[in-house]
């Protein structure tokens, strides 16, 4: 590579130019690379403005670091007008190659800023978007929380309903183990009987025996007596 800070004049590769390159006559330069697409071609096109090549000094390859005998010898017998023309003309093209250079590189920082402020507003659009979608998402969470809360609640108090009615079943489920328990005393303890509960049986068709004998026996149907209070919830009085 070489100091100098020319590039290839296609955009599309824009490398730092080595040891070769070649030279054109409408002052583009490309890499060695690209040299060959120049000067193999019958009618070789430049790369960089599309101008027709088609003399023999069109295209000249040139060895940007030259030995000290070819510095020697390359302009050696022209007289001093012409030296200072020719170098007058390559400088020319020298600084036509770092404008030329400028003006890619404005370019391509416009290039870039324009994309930059695409980037910009799609973002600034898309954050818009990400926004609205979020207090959106908020709202549902916020309402799905109130839903949740309520049914806590509404289970809460079912819970709690439901915790009565057990104390209330358990206790009267007490009261009629008690009952049971006081009916197989009864049973069993014919002392504790007035002579009249001695003489009747328990369950005789004048009480109990109505309600489970069949409804279809006449002496069933025709037994208007009313029946005997049990206190299924109280305690039988002695
Ligand atoms: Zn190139
Ligand atoms: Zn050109």
Known sequence: MTDTPLTCNLLSCRKKLGLEACVTSCSHIFCSQHTSALKD????????????????????????NPNEQYKTMILTGLTPDQIMEIATRAIGFY????????LNKEALLR????QMDDLKQYCTALTSKFKTD?????????????????????????QQQLAQWKRANKKLQMQVESQKREIVNLKISPINKTPEQLQKPMFSNNNFGNYFSNPFESNSINNTEAPPSFPLFGRFSH
């Open 134 to 158: 979020l207090l959106k998402e908020q709202r549902k969470a916020a309402n799905i929380k109130q839903e949740l809360e309520d049914k806590i609640k509404e289970i809460e108090a079912q």
């Open 95 to 102: 600084v036509y190659q770092l404008n030329y250079n400028c």
């Open 111 to 114: 290039g870039t800023k324009e």
């Open 41 to 64: 071609k019958k009618k070789p096109v430049c790369l960089a403005c599309g101008t027709q090549l088609n003399n023999e000094l069109d295209v000249v390859c040139v060895d940007l």
